[in-house]
């Protein structure tokens, strides 16, 4: 028990301390920059530190350190680090490009899954091979002189002058729904421009990237978390690209190229047209796909379906059920689901744990059998997987006629390795993903992973009973499946349906708010949770009410007229 003699009155420390994971301590002057406190521990081989956890709130690495902290350092090896690496990338190229092509304008599109975003020139030809060439010198040169990137908050009426000054209507657009009186700006070389997140102190932290010619445009490349000083291969995506191209004419159609062109039409009490023309144009594409098989060269048996989590699948494959049955053909669905092996035979990660989305948490030897015999016109025992007892049990025996296609719903549809003894002209590939292409403005893309986390955290929380900090603290292993075992095989596909809606995210919003406004402060999932209201804010909220109830987004946030859907009644 401490006695009175204990306690003294002292001077204010000039120095303060902080606390890292392992329980190491560094002192130094108080109002330091924690990048001055974390180079004590930077070591050749740990991935560069770009950012840090403060006191369980993410932080720039100029944070000033006041008082005695709890500090993590974040590194590119970590998803909020990965994204301030990116993030300050993008600013170091519009840099390097308004300084070469201060007349034109850069657009930042979408993300390439090899590690690379997508970018467009406007207001100019497309840049020719030398003129990339020189574009990736220029900002080579910037990195070498080690600028400062340096954050500013301006009030909002000077933000809007200024971004009007330099022809960027469409952040003039977004600011007029901005609720705060002040935004962030960042500046590096004299260029200011808003960034949704947190930045790097300077160009020298930003060595690895390069910029390779695709169709029109270019991809701006960047590491993986991963490898986070190593750029991946870049494949040739024809198939995504295009998927990504119909989207912005869709967007084009609409007259909604970004969210301030939305909250608009919102504003204007356009949303219930809004609504029906993005549907009309998810029917349009669905029957199109069915059409296609149809007329396909070969007869198709079987239909793929894979992609990523939340990217409405489900729906997809209903809809795509009842267009088929339209033209008079019968669809068989098969779930993939039923071909889990029996739990002990599951696949172990790295860390030890069941590996429920490897390929081989799969029979699928058996499964290329059963539909090789379906196909044959045999009688096939089915499999049926008992979740609770973690093994295969018998299930109903069926045969199928000519007139059937198969329908295959799973994320490892487009897997070569699967389907070995089917001939693969009677399959036809279907993949499946919230490709969203309408971004904050042009230089802050609406992220497709947030897209469809959102819709996961708004169904989990209403089908399962999950809290938003479950669904994010799973994420990551949900995100690490479909890296490994999806998006390498994405352009294996016939055909692409992006299940992504213009209005999804404002009709979203006031469903997911409550639920991550509930994750508690000091947990790792707080600061994920923060970053995603802070982005929600940006959207105007849309009522359910006009959501029609076939819609993709029924299936995340409840009243889908599909969900009882039944496809198959005879020989059960």
């Not at 970018?119 to 020189?134: A, D, F, K, N, Y």
């Not at 109903?396 to 897997?415: A, C, K, P, Q």
């Not at 403005?441 to 209403?462: K, P, Q």
Request: with cysteine; glycine share 4%.
């Amino acid at each position: 028990m401490p006695t009175e003699a204990s306690f003294k009155i002292a001077k204010p420390r000039k120095t303060v301390e902080i606390i890292l994971p392992n329980g190491k301590t560094i002192r130094g002057p108080r109002n330091a920059a924690v990048k001055d406190f974390l180079r004590m521990i930077e070591t050749t081989d740990f991935p560069p530190i770009v950012g840090a956890i403060v006191n369980d709130e993410l932080r720039e690495l100029t944070y000033p350190i006041k008082i005695d902290s709890r500090v993590k350092p974040i590194t590119m090896a970590d998803t909020d680090g990965m994204r301030i690496y990116r993030r300050s990338l993008t600013m170091l190229l519009e840099t390097a490009f308004h300084q070469l092509y201060p007349q034109a304008y850069l657009t930042v599109d979408h993300s390439v899954s090899s590690g690379g975003y997508y970018c467009q020139v406007s207001g100019r030809p497309p840049l020719s091979e030398m003129e990339l060439i020189q574009l990736e010198k220029r900002m080579r040169q910037l990195v070498e002189a080690d600028l400062p990137i340096t954050r500013y908050e301006i009030a909002l009426e000077e933000a809007k002058t200024y971004f009007a000054s330099i022809g960027a209507d469409d952040m003039v657009r977004l600011l007029a729904y901005r609720q705060k009186p002040y935004v962030t700006v960042y500046e590096l070389e004299g260029f200011r421009d808003y960034h949704h997140g947190y930045m790097v102190p300077s160009t020298a932290y930003l060595k690895w990237f390069a910029l390779a010619p695709v169709d029109d445009g270019f991809t701006l490349r960047f590491p993986r978390k991963h490898a986070p000083t190593q750029l991946l291969p870049l494949p040739s995506y024809p198939k995504l690209l295009a998927a990504f191209r119909q989207y912005g004419n869709w967007l084009e159609r609409l007259g909604i190229a970004n969210v301030g062109a939305l909250n608009d039409s919102i504003k204007a009490k356009r949303a219930s047209e809004v609504i029906l023309v993005s549907e009309a144009l998810h029917e349009q594409l669905v029957s199109d796909i069915a059409s296609l098989i149809l007329n396909w060269p070969h007869k198709v048996r079987v239909i793929l379906i894979a992609g990523p989590s939340s990217s409405g699948k489900t729906t997809f494959s209903k809809r795509l059920s009842i267009q088929l049955l339209a033209r008079g053909v019968a669809p068989f669905p098969l779930e993939m689901d039923n071909y889990f092996v029996d739990r002990e035979l599951t696949p172990l990660d790295e860390k030890g744990n069941y590996d429920f989305e490897s390929v081989d948490a799969l029979n699928w030897a058996r499964l290329d059998q059963d539909l090789s015999k379906l196909i044959a016109g045999q009688e096939v025992q089915m499999p049926k997987y008992d979740f609770k007892e973690g093994r295969s049990v018998p299930g109903n025996t069926v045969r199928i006629s000519e007139n059937h296609i198969i329908i295959l719903e799973g994320i490892h549809g487009l897997n070569p390795k699967l389907f070995q003894s089917v001939e693969q002209a009677q399959i036809f590939r279907i993949y499946v993903s919230a490709l969203t292409q309408l971004n904050l403005d042009r230089h802050n893309r609406v992220s497709t992973t947030d897209t469809r986390l959102i819709r996961r955290i708004v169904r989990d929380a209403r089908e399962r009973g999950s809290s938003a900090q479950q669904t994010i603290q799973r994420w990551e292993s949900v995100r690490r499946g479909e890296k490994r075992y999806i998006f390498p095989y994405q352009d294996n596909a016939d055909v692409m349906f992006n299940s992504a809606l213009v209005y999804e995210l404002s009709t979203l919003k006031p469903l997911a708010e409550p639920l991550l406004r509930q994750v508690p402060h000091g947990t790792l999932e707080y600061i994920e949770a923060k970053r995603l209201l802070a982005f929600l804010e940006w959207f105007l909220p849309l009522e359910s009410d006009f959501v029609p109830d076939n819609s993709i987004l029924r299936e995340f946030i409840g009243g889908s007229i599909l969900k009882d859907f039944v496809l198959w009644h005879n020989h059960q």
